[in-house]
């Protein structure tokens, strides 16, 4: 079954979501003709999302700065207050189904840790991934964190992932120093999945 959606989203905070996602892109865009860009929950309706002002700009994408976003955490948060969950996912389908009629490709970047509250769970971006039937990526971060514990993160974030029925594209490994790099070198050898590993960049 040929892809037509990626959902990319990252667990923890600073993890390089955006720059994975500008890598993505710039592959999408050299391959197919019409691609859109896709955040479900952003920050405020009232300010412009940063992420999408620039994906819109840098790739000149032909869309409409307000159909590349879902609602804000403020209409999301009322909803799952009001267990009308399955309605906030049925309107994102909705908006999400409209780009993907309309273009080569989807490309969406999930929920950050920073608009993680008492309401909405990391889980959301794999309930929304699932009914978007978009292939994730996952992005972890190793940057506070122990070889051993970014390896943990990867089982436990793709188990969960399968457990919800959504479909594994990739996972990449952010920020590892060069000891962090070797250790999991070794440790994902023989691993099945698509994992990629991507060192610190010193400013």
Same mark, same amino acid.
């Given at each position: %079954?040929?892809?037509?959606?990626?959902?990319?989203?990252?667990?923890?905070? !600073?993890?390089?979501?955006?720059?994975?996602?500008?890598?993505? %892109?710039?592959?999408?865009?050299? !391959?197919?003709?019409?691609?859109?860009?896709?955040?479900?929950?952003?920050?405020?309706?009232?300010?412009?999302?940063?992420?999408?002002?620039?994906?819109?700009?840098?790739? !000149?994408?032909?869309?409409?700065?307000?159909?590349?976003?879902?609602?804000?955490?403020?209409?999301?948060?009322?909803?799952?207050?009001?267990?009308?969950?399955?309605?906030?996912?049925?309107?994102?389908?909705?908006?999400?189904?409209?780009?993907?009629?309309?273009?080569?490709?989807?490309?969406?970047?999930?929920?950050?840790?920073?608009?993680?509250?008492?309401?909405?769970?990391?889980?959301? !971006?794999?309930?929304?991934?699932?009914?978007?039937?978009?292939?994730?990526?996952?992005?972890?971060?190793?940057?506070?964190?122990?070889?051993?514990?970014?390896?943990?993160?990867?089982?436990?974030?793709?188990?969960?992932?399968?457990?919800?029925?959504?479909?594994?594209?990739?996972?990449?490994?952010?920020?590892?120093?060069?000891?962090?790099?070797?250790?999991?070198?070794?440790?994902?050898?023989?691993?099945?999945?698509?994992?990629?590993?991507?060192?610190?960049?010193?400013?």
């Amino acid at each position: %079954m040929k892809i037509k959606s990626l959902y990319v989203c990252a667990q923890e905070k !600073n993890a390089g979501s955006l720059f994975v996602t500008m890598g993505m %892109m710039e592959i999408l865009k050299r !391959n197919l003709h019409r691609v859109a860009f896709f955040r479900p929950i952003i920050s405020s309706k009232d300010i412009r999302d940063g992420d999408i002002n620039f994906m819109l700009e840098r790739y !000149n994408l032909d869309m409409e700065y307000e159909d590349a976003y879902g609602f804000d955490i403020e209409y999301v948060e009322d909803m799952i207050a009001s267990k009308r969950d399955h309605e906030l996912i049925d309107q994102l389908i909705i908006k999400f189904k409209k780009l993907e009629n309309k273009y080569d490709f989807v490309l969406c970047e999930g929920i950050r840790r920073s608009f993680l509250t008492s309401t909405i769970s990391y889980d959301l !971006n794999m309930k929304i991934a699932q009914n978007f039937s978009a292939s994730y990526i996952n992005i972890i971060s190793a940057k506070e964190i122990t070889a051993k514990e970014v390896y943990e993160n990867i089982l436990i974030q793709n188990e969960n992932g399968t457990a919800q029925g959504c479909k594994h594209f990739a996972t990449f490994i952010n920020r590892l120093d060069d000891k962090k790099y070797k250790s999991l070198e070794k440790k994902l050898k023989n691993y099945e999945l698509n994992t990629y590993l991507l060192k610190e960049i010193e400013e």
